[in-house]
Structure formats: structure tokens, C-alpha cells
């Protein structure tokens, strides 16, 4: 039985390969010349991708690129295709009909697949992505309030789920639309990690070209060489790829997608918008649309007391005057939010009953839902001190939805003398920073992150109101041209035209503005201004021309005695300045970035001058006193004094020059692309008698420096090095950046040490290390036994870090008692943080991210009575790494669970 079944299977066999091979050799009469082809396609898909791999490989050493997903796998699939028709070839030269028949049909299907592959290479377009942009970024956000929002974020949480491609988010405005779309945002991010997230705020003056150059900067594409709308969406409609989802925060009106690559055409690709018309969800075909409604009255009190945090229960008659102050919200997010934080820490039941008064004065009751929040915004608002208010009023220069930078603001905030002008200028900036802390605190700004803010667009719409009635504010974005003058009216303050696509005021335009103080024409392509321009604007106190193409300043400018600040940092094209010796008054003189060679005459004159920066000004031959030696560094008083900034120095010949004086009476020291800057001028710091404390030091693209100290130097105690561990010992602050030969901070200081180091405490006083791309350290080379002081540690993209704390002494324990920050990012060799016991009493955050060979937390727990430290507030990890770590005892991963957050694993 058995050998008729086996006849019968090879009689099938042999009939099939026999009609088989009868075909198959008919069409494939020359086996040689078929694998002749194929191994010439090969070789020119092999050049192709050898210059693709060099081309992604160069860009990706500054860390600021990395290849595209898609070409990432065209690459393997290269290899892969490579390896098999090596395998193929080999089988060619085995001798017999069966494995040259088979090796026919093989050998047709690896050519295809070899066409296909040179046919996708022509279609790459861009090849690289910025690194930080590729998949998205985590937003900010805040809990959400209320059943109705749970409600809707699983809604749309299973529409994510579903094949459909579009959802419209809408409602009034103050609602928690952009709240409720942030947390889409980051779930998108944490859960579905094929997807790329692009988050575009639209607001409602916007261009095309606008959006379409903010999402081609997140593809990693440039179409700044295109001006052709139909060329600029291919490129981008290649560039977004599959599985690519776009947020459009704040929609006013129908926007063509066919304009922004035609985003729902391509696979995996979804559209949500958020918007304040129903209407606009239908225009614009979205299939779902999700309404975000008012909070119930007992949703809208528990979100207002959230936002008071009292850490007491209110007493009774308190509380009910406080629910009805709720009521007065009538359940917008928006204006419970901002009265809520405009009452935390009052505890007077006077005050209370008297803001519940006002709140309901029949004078602020409006009938629009709209205004309702305008009327509690404003009442916020004025329970601010003067000063408070006309800062928060001054961040409405700045447009709808925009990122504002706390510094620039706060160096506005001082230009404009709303604060303290008696006080030194680290004293201004700390008060800066204290008002916009209140602000934020009051929720009349939101806080983006430690360097940015912003404002609600109602926010922004109420303050706008409030200076309108007082002709004061005239701000306007997306301009081409300067307003015609017949909108410079007589009563104008402030005018704010930042941030425009402005090339030229036109000649003899002459604004009648005799009360405007303020203009600001920053972050413009300004390459002209009329020597007319000025001459009716004689109470100008500050003016603004920063980040413009401007090449010469009219000379009309001389005539502006009432000119308190002139702010020309990052006019690259800068060479002419007109004599300033008129300016009396000039308090503010900022040329850092221009292209002057000498600075402007008439400086001497300038007897109320306190603020000069020359800083990167690299043309500058000579600095205002005329010394002829003083163009080797640029001098500035930026956000301290006593700092000093050395860009593009020769620090080589130390014989000849004298650099020991940059340590005198200097407590900020900035050394960037200086040359000889080899073990941080150790002569010079011996050289200098007297050398004051130095508390901060910023070294960046200083290629030859390779560490602080050898260990020998490190060991020696000696009166050449006094002064030098002297300067050291101060050092409060370390930023180390881009320094491509960096060894560490003390060369070999592993080697194994059999006595007590004698300048142990080099580094007592340091409270901030921070490290980036240093790609040649391997370990960190410190001292850590006396880092005594150390608070926070950032350690970022040094591709070499194999360890940060290394101890040779057996059984010797590390402490580090005051740190409570440590960040790693983007350190894919690091497999240890510390080889022995690391104590950490005041950590309070751990952020560890991208650091794949590292196995285990630096937290010590004690094995009798396990408890992480009680300082410790939160462990940000992805869930991937979490779940990989080894853990002494299984209980420990148990015990700091509740303190995890889980960000999204960014590639």
C-alpha cells in the first residue's frame, strides 16, 4: 500500500515539474544572462544605497538628524536582497538540472524585488528627519474635569481604534477643546508608537504656506527654495509618508488639506481638529465630531477647588460664598480656572463676601457665553497689583497662540522699566521671573515649560480689549507690508509688528505717532528704513529691530534723545550705525550678533548707558575704550555682571598674551569655538595672584579641550596649582557642550588610588553639572566622594558614556546628599550610573530615557525595610525600559510604581 501511495506522489511530481519546467524553461532560455542582469541592477542598487548610508551617516554624527523610517528599512531590505542572491549565486555553480530549474524562477523573483528597491530609492525625497521632531513631542497637560471629558476622550480613544480618518473636536472657547486634545496628543504618543504626531496651533490669522512650512519642518523638510504652492505640496505630500496624524489646534475656518500634502489620500493617516464651530467640522468632512460641553455644577466646584489647592477644608460660610463664585463661571473650565487661582491663599471671610460682591455687580453681567469669561478674566485681572497687570497686558504683543519666551519677555519687561530700574539686572530678571510666576499662578498665563509661556487666545482677546479702549496696543501678524499710515493713528503707545515677512518700510513713509513709546519690528527680513521714518516719532523710548536684514540704520535715529533701549542683537547684515551721542537718555545698547567693526561713535557720550552687549559682534575690531589687544574677546553684561564671553578666541600662545586677567573679578566664564583650549588653561588660572571666585563655567565647541586636571596634577598639591583649585573649588555651576575631544573631568582618575586624595573638595561647591555630546568620554572622571553640594545632574547624547561613577576602593559607599535632579538622555552605551551603594536622600526626579544598556535605577534600597526615599516624587521612564530593568529584590519594581510616569519612547 505504502509503495503505491509513494508512485503515486512521484508520479504527480515528476508530471507537474515536467509541465512545469516545460513552461518555465521556455520563457527562461538563458539562465546566465537573466543572473547577468540581475548582478548589474544589484551593483547599481549597492552604489545607491553605500551613498545613502554615507549620506544619513554624517548627517546623523550631530545628532540633530536621523534617517527616515523608510529608509532605515529600504537599507535592510538592501542587505537582506544582497545576502540572498550571494546565497543564489553560489547554488548556480552546484552542477544539475533540478537546482538550476529551481534556481530560475528564484532568481526572476529576486530581480523584481531588486527593481522594485531602485524604483522606491528615486522617491525618497528628504532622507533625514530631525531627530526631536520625528515622532512628536509630549505636551503639557492638566488633569481633566468632569465625566463629560473622560467620556470624550475614550470616544475618540476608540475612534483611533476605527479605520476612520478625521474627527472634529468643537465648542465654545475657555471650553477644554485644546486641553482635551493635548491628552490625545500624548496618548497617541504612549500607545500607538508606529504613529508620527504633528501638532500645528492654526489660531485665526494663518497662512497656507505657514502651516505647510510647519509641518515640513517636522517631516525634516525644507521648503524655504520653493515658492511654487503646487511643487511645495508634492514634496510635502512624499515627505508625510503613512501613518501620520495631524492635531489642528484652533481652527476658525475650512483649510484645504489638499494644500497641506493631502494628508487623508495616504495610508494610516488621520486628521483632528479642534475648533470653536460646528460648522467648520462639517466643511471640512470630518466624520466624527465631538461637542465639549459645560461642566455640571458639581464637576465645575470640584475643579474649583482643585485649582484653589487649599490644604484645609474651607469653613462653612466661606465655602458657600465659594460655590457661588463657581456658579458666577456658569461651568466654563476657562473662568473657573482663572478666579480660582486669583483666590488661592486668601483666607479673610471679608474678602471673600466682598470679590463675591463685585463678581455679581449687574455692570459686569454680560449675556454671551463668551463674555461671561471676559468678565471673570477681568475681574481676575484686577485683583493684580498695577505692575502685575501692565506686564500681563504687555504679553499681548506677542500674537495669537505664541510661544513667549521668558527671557526675551523679561528682557522687554526691563527695557520698558516695569521693573525695579535702581536694582542690579540679575536683581530685574529675578523680579521678572517673579511676575510671570504670579501670572501663571493666577492662570492668566499657562506655563509651556521652564523657558516658555503663553496665552489663551480669550486671554489675549480680553487684554486686547482692555488696550484697544486706550489706543494703546497695535499688534498685527502675517504681514507682508508695513501698515499704511493712515493706521498709525495719534493716540498709538505701543505698536508690535514682530515676527512678520515685512522686507521694506516704503520711502518717505513718516508715521504722526507723537505718543508711541514702544515699537517693536523684531523677526522680520527688514532690510530698509527710510530716513523719514523716524521723524515724527520723537517719544520713542524703545525700539526694537532685532533679528532683522537690516544693513544700515537711517540716520534720523541720532534724533531720538527720548530712546531709552535699542535693541539690534542677531542683525547679522549690520555695518552702519549713525552717531549716537544724542541719546542722552540711551540706558540699553544691545549689538550682540552684528557685523560692526567699531562701535558707534558718540558711545562716550552716553553717560546713563548700563547695558552693552558686544557679545559674538565678530567683526569688531575695538571695543569702546580703544584698546587695541581687546579684539580677542568681546565684552558683555548680559544677565549678570562680572561675566565674560570668549567666542572664537586663539588662546594658543600663552607665551605672548596674558589671559590671567579673564579671571579677575569674573564670576562667569563662557569660552565657545576658542582654540587652545586644551585642559582649561591651567596656566593662566596659575598665572592670575588674585583670582576672584568663579562660580560659572560654559565651555562649548572648543575642540581641543580634553579635561580639567590630569590625575598626577589632581594628586599633587603645589603652589603652581593653588590659585587653580582654588578657582575650581567655586564652581557652582558646569556646562560642558559639544566638545568633541572631551576625555573627562580628571584624566584617568579610575586608576586605583591607595592614599586620600588631598584636593578632594576641588569641586565642593558645584550644584549643577551639565553634559551634551561629548562623544569621545567613556567615564565621567570625578571625584563624587565630596560632591557634596551636587543638586542637579544632566548628562545628554554622549554616545561613549560606559559609566558616570566609578569607585575602586571595595565596599565604598557614595553620597550624594543634595541632588534631587538627574536626567540621561540619549546614552546608548551607559550600563552603570555607579558600581557601588549610591546614596540619594533628596532625590526628587529621575528621567531616564534612551539609555538601553543600562539594567539598573541608581536608587538604594534597604533590604530590611524597603522604601524609596521620601523626597522622591517621580521616575519618568518609557514603559519598554521599565519593564526590561532587574531589581534586587521583586518587590522593589512594586514599590516605586506609584511614583512611575511613562513617557513615550522617542526614536
Known amino acids: 500500500m505504502l509503495k503505491q501511495i509513494m508512485d503515486s506522489f512521484f508520479s504527480k511530481v515528476g508530471e507537474k515539474l515536467a509541465d512545469y519546467g516545460s513552461d518555465t524553461l521556455r520563457d527562461k532560455t538563458n539562465l546566465k544572462s537573466t543572473l547577468e542582469a540581475m548582478r548589474n541592477n544589484l551593483n547599481a542598487l549597492s552604489d545607491k544605497a553605500f551613498d545613502v548610508e554615507n549620506t544619513v551617516k554624517k548627517a546623523e554624527q550631530y545628532g540633530k538628524k536621523k534617517r527616515k523610517r523608510e529608509v532605515e528599512k529600504w537599507l535592510e531590505q538592501v542587505k537582506i536582497i544582497e545576502n540572498k542572491i550571494c546565497t543564489l549565486e553560489r547554488e548556480v ?16 523573483q529576486l530581480s523584481a524585488s531588486v527593481n522594485k528597491l531602485v524604483e522606491q530609492s528615486r522617491h525618497f525625497g528628504e532622507l533625514l528627519v530631525n531627530v526631536l521632531k520625528t515622532w512628536g513631542e509630549p505636551l503639557l497637560i492638566t ?24 474627527i472634529g473636536i468643537y465648542g465654545m472657547g475657555g471650553m477644554g477643546k485644546t486641553a482635551l486634545a493635548k ?31 510647519e509641518i515640513a519642518h517636522f517631516v525634516g523638510l525644507d521648503l524655504s527654495d520653493e515658492d511654487n504652492e503646487d511643487k511645495r505640496v508634492a514634496r510635502l505630500n512624499r515627505a508625510i509618508g503613512n501613518n501620520f496624524i495631524l492635531i489642528l489646534d484652533d481652527v476658525w475656518e475650512k483649510i484645504y488639506l489638499e494644500k497641506l500634502g493631502d494628508l487623508l489620500r495616504l495610508e494610516g493617516c488621520r486628521l483632528i481638529l479642534t475648533t470653536r464651530s460646528f460648522e467648520v467640522c462639517c466643511r471640512m468632512g470630518c466624520q466624527e465630531k465631538v461637542e465639549v460641553k459645560k461642566l455640571h455644577e458639581n464637576e ?19 465655602e458657600e460664598i465659594a460655590k457661588n463664585m463657581a456658579k458666577v463661571c456658569d461651568g466654563l473650565p476657562l473662568g473657573i480656572i482663572v478666579l480660582a487661582g486669583s483666590m488661592r491663599g486668601e483666607t479673610s471671610i471679608h474678602v471673600w463676601r466682598n470679590e463675591l460682591e463685585k463678581l455679581r455687580d449687574p455692570n459686569m453681567v454680560q449675556d454671551d457665553m463668551e463674555e461671561e469669561v471676559f468678565k471673570v478674566l477681568k475681574y481676575s485681572l484686577h485683583r493684580l497689583d498695577l505692575n502685575h ?55 492668566l498665563l499657562e506655563c509651556m515649560n521652564e523657558f516658555w509661556v503663553k496665552m489663551h487666545d480669550l486671554v489675549r482677546s480680553m487684554a486686547l480689549k482692555i488696550t484697544k479702549g486706550k489706543n494703546m496696543v497695535f499688534s498685527k501678524l502675517y504681514l507682508k507690508e508695513i501698515p499704511n499710515e493712515e493706521e498709525w493713528v495719534k493716540d498709538l503707545e505701543k505698536v508690535s509688528l514682530m515676527n512678520n515677512t515685512m522686507i521694506e518700510i516704503p520711502d ?53 534723545e527720548n530712546l531709552k533701549a535699542l535693541n539690534l542683537q542677531g542683525c547679522q547684515r549690520l555695518v552702519d550705525i549713525p552717531d549716537l551721542g544724542k541719546l542722552k537718555k540711551l540706558r540699553e545698547l544691545d549689538l550682540s550678533h552684528a557685523r560692526i567693526e567699531k562701535v558707534p561713535q558718540g558711545m562716550e557720550e552716553l553717560a546713563n548707558l548700563i547695558f552693552l552687549s558686544l557679545i559674538f559682534a565678530e567683526s569688531l575690531k575695538t571695543l569702546p575704550e580703544g584698546d587695541d589687544d581687546s579684539e580677542r574677546w568681546n565684552l558683555v553684561l548680559e544677565n549678570h555682571p562680572n561675566q565674560v564671553v570668549l567666542f572664537q578666541c586663539d588662546l594658543k600662545n600663552e607665551e605672548e598674551e596674558d589671559f590671567s586677567m579673564l579671571f579677575h573679578d569674573n564670576k562667569f566664564l563662557v569660552l565657545q569655538n576658542c582654540e587652545g583650549v586644551r585642559n582649561f588653561l591651567l596656566t593662566d588660572f596659575s598665572k592670575s595672584n588674585k583670582p576672584s571666585p568663579l562660580e560659572c563655567l560654559d565651555i562649548s565647541h572648543c575642540g581641543e579641550m580634553e579635561y580639567f586636571l590630569t590625575n598626577e596634577q589632581f594628586l599633587t598639591a603645589s603652589q603652581e596649582l593653588d590659585s587653580c583649585f582654588f578657582l575650581l573649588r567655586t564652581l557652582e555651576s558646569i556646562m560642558l557642550r559639544d566638545l568633541e575631544n572631551f576625555i573627562g573631568v580628571i584624566q584617568n582618575i579610575g586608576v586605583a588610588v591607595k592614599r586620600p586624595l588631598p584636593q578632594a573638595a576641588v569641586f565642593s561647591s558645584l550644584q549643577s553639572l551639565t553634559i551634551a555630546r561629548c562623544d569621545k568620554m567613556r567615564k565621567l572622571g570625578l571625584p563624587l566622594s ?15 558614556l560606559e559609566e558616570i561613577i566609578e569607585v575602586q576602593e571595595e565596599g565604598r559607599v557614595v553620597s550624594l546628599p543634595k541632588l534631587r535632579s538627574l536626567t540621561l538622555w540619549d546614552l546608548p552605551r551607559l550600563k552603570s550610573i555607579c558600581n557601588t551603594t549610591l546614596f540619594c536622600s533628596s532625590i526628587e526626579v529621575i528621567h531616564l530615557q534612551r539609555c538601553r544598556e543600562l539594567k539598573k535605577l541608581p536608587l538604594h534600597l534597604d533590604p530590611t525595610s524597603p522604601s524609596p526615599p521620601q523626597t522622591l516624587k517621580e521616575i519618568r521612564v518609557s514603559k519598554e525600559w521599565w519593564k526590561s530593568l532587574e531589581w534586587e529584590h521583586p518587590t522593589h519594581s512594586h514599590l516605586l510604581q506609584p511614583l512611575v510616569t511613562f513617557v513615550p519612547r522617542l526614536y
Open 93 to 108: 555553480q552546484t552542477k544539475g538540472f533540478l537546482r538550476k530549474f529551481l534556481t530560475g524562477d528564484q532568481a526572476t
Open 143 to 166: 488633569n481633566l474635569s468632569g465625566k463629560m471629558f473622560k467620556e470624550n476622550l475614550e470616544r475618540i480613544e476608540k475612534f483611533l481604534e476605527s479605520d476612520k480618518s478625521s
Open 183 to 213: 491628552h490625545i496628543n500624548n496618548k497617541i504618543l504612549e500607545k500607538y508608537q508606529e504613529n508620527r504626531v504633528c501638532w500645528v496651533t492654526v489660531s485665526q490669522d494663518f497662512s497656507i504656506k505657514k502651516l505647510q512650512d
Open 300 to 318: 465645575a466646584w470640584y475643579l474649583f477647588k482643585k485649582i484653589l489647592e487649599q490644604d484645609t477644608a474651607l469653613a462653612p460660610e466661606m
Open 389 to 443: 497687570q501692565l506686564c500681563f497686558l504687555y504679553c499681548s504683543l506677542y500674537g495669537e497662540d505664541f510661544k513667549i519666551n521668558k527671557e526675551e519677555l523679561i528682557k522687554r519687561f526691563i527695557s520698558e522699566e516695569l521693573v525695579d530700574i535702581r536694582k542690579s539686572r540679575l536683581s530685574q530678571f529675578d523680579q521678572g521671573h517673579s511676575i510671570l510666576n504670579k501670572l501663571v499662578k493666577v492662570c
Open 508 to 560: 518717505g513713509m513718516s508715521p504722526d505717532c507723537p505718543k508711541l513709546k514702544t515699537l517693536i519690528l523684531s523677526h522680520n527680513p527688514l532690510k530698509f528704513i527710510p530716513d523719514s521714518f523716524f521723524s515724527k516719532l520723537g517719544n520713542l523710548c524703545l525700539l526694537d529691530l532685532s533679528n532683522t536684514d537690516i544693513e544700515k540704520l537711517p540716520n534720523s535715529l541720532s534724533n531720538l
Open 786 to 800: 565630596e560632591f557634596q553640594n551636587l543638586e542637579n545632574i544632566w548628562i545628554t547624547r554622549c554616545n561613549e
